[in-house]
């Protein structure tokens, strides 16, 4: 049966314009995004065969647009609509950070750090430079490490800083491992970065951990 034989309120078209996006599944949204399924397959089908074979959701968007153009039922064309909505997601959350919502909604921070850290495959630590009003001046991705751990030198956080002029700064990491508890070394090296920014009159405002689920806030557990 073709979708547009299906019921209307389970259409996935229909659905999100009647109930929003939230009540679509996973492979009810990559549907949209297809249009439509391999041969003798509806659109949804496709979908649900693609996270099947090469899900989660989260791991089948790490491919990259080159990676998902290979996938059966993607091909250059959706593997780039994929592509541009995700860098559309980016945007829009490093837009609430240029109006300073990094200070009047801090989780509107970790958002924006996990939708950059969370997809990739190894430990990246990075920052974010703020200005004295902390709306976002630029982001940087500084370290990366194996999927074991990135060493982290608090002087070229403090370089990169000046640099920008910047007044305040938020820092994060991911966790490759999907953890998102902050280790010992977490700890004693936001220490460190705070120390390091002090003596320059710049603030640590945050340091987010980024694993599965929402990002920890160490600010939000007395640690920064």
């Given at each position: 049966m073709h979708i547009r034989d299906w019921p209307a309120?389970?259409?996935?078209?229909?659905?999100?314009?009647?109930?929003?996006?939230g009540a679509l599944s996973d492979a009810e949204l990559l549907a949209i995004f297809l249009g439509s399924g391999l041969r003798g397959q509806d659109a949804v089908a496709t979908a649900r065969g693609l996270l099947a074979s090469h899900g989660p959701l989260r791991r089948l968007l790490e491919?990259?647009?080159?990676?998902?153009?290979?996938?059966?039922?993607?091909?250059p064309a959706r593997a780039c609509r994929l592509a541009a909505a995700l860098e559309l997601?980016?945007?829009?959350?490093?837009?609430?950070?240029?109006?300073?919502?990094?200070?009047?909604?801090?989780?509107?921070?970790?958002?924006?750090?996990?939708?950059?850290?969370?997809?990739?495959?190894?430990?990246?630590?990075?920052?974010l430079f703020l200005d004295v009003r902390h709306r976002a001046l630029a982001f940087e991705e500084?370290?990366?490490?194996?999927?074991?751990?990135?060493?982290?030198?608090?002087?070229?956080?403090?370089?990169?800083?000046?640099?920008?002029?910047?007044?305040?700064?938020?820092?994060?990491?991911?966790?490759?491992?999907?953890?998102?508890?902050?280790?010992?070394?977490?700890?004693?090296?936001?220490a460190q970065i705070r120390q390091a920014l002090a003596l320059v009159d710049i603030r640590l405002l945050?340091?987010?951990?980024?694993?599965?689920?929402?990002?920890?806030?160490?600010?939000a557990r007395g640690w920064v």
């Open positions: 309120d389970e259409r996935p078209r229909e659905k999100l314009l009647a109930r929003g996006p491919r990259g647009p080159r990676g998902l153009a290979e996938l059966p039922g993607l091909g997601g980016h945007r829009v959350l490093a837009a609430d950070l240029e109006r300073g919502e990094a200070m009047t909604d801090p989780a509107a921070a970790g958002r924006y750090f996990a939708q950059r850290l969370r997809s990739l495959a190894h430990e990246v630590f990075a920052v500084l370290f990366r490490g194996t999927i074991d751990g990135a060493e982290v030198h608090p002087r070229e956080i403090v370089r990169r800083a000046l640099a920008h002029n910047a007044a305040a700064v938020i820092v994060g990491h991911n966790h490759p491992s999907g953890s998102r508890d902050p280790s010992d070394a977490d700890r004693a090296v936001t945050d340091h987010f951990v980024v694993g599965d689920g929402p990002p920890v806030s160490l600010a």
